[in-house]
């Protein structure tokens, strides 16, 4: 009974810990999709302190991986082209009455 207690107890900071890395991880994808949003480029904000200090490379390269993050990429994309075709529109149209 005492081994078995034990083994419990030496799960319980491995529990923790795991849950303290999907807690950052969380962090992280959150500050990414904000910085997006805010029309920053990924490669600027994957190079960010706050990143850089709290993953590894391995870390980093899971999170671009997020579907989270590979939502907001789609998503700064998708406004990036529109405004590029709304910008282009009213040139076409101030060529085309000239």
């Known amino acids: 009974m ?3 207690a034990e083994q419990g107890a030496q799960g319980i900071p491995k529990r923790f810990r795991d849950f303290s890395v999907d807690v ?3 962090r992280l994808i959150r500050y990414i999709v904000k910085q997006l949003g805010q029309g920053r480029h990924i490669d600027d904000i994957m190079n960010d302190h706050e990143i850089v200090a709290h ?3 391995i870390q980093r390269a899971s999170l671009m991986q997020n579907p989270t993050v590979l939502r907001a990429i789609e998503d700064e994309m ?3 082209f529109s405004d590029y075709g709304s910008a282009t529109a009213s ?3 101030h060529s085309g009455s000239s």
């Open 55 to 57: 993953s590894n490379e």
């Open 2 to 4: 005492t081994d078995e």
């Open 24 to 26: 950052r991880e969380e």
């Open 78 to 80: 998708k406004r990036q």
């Open 91 to 93: 040139e076409v149209d």
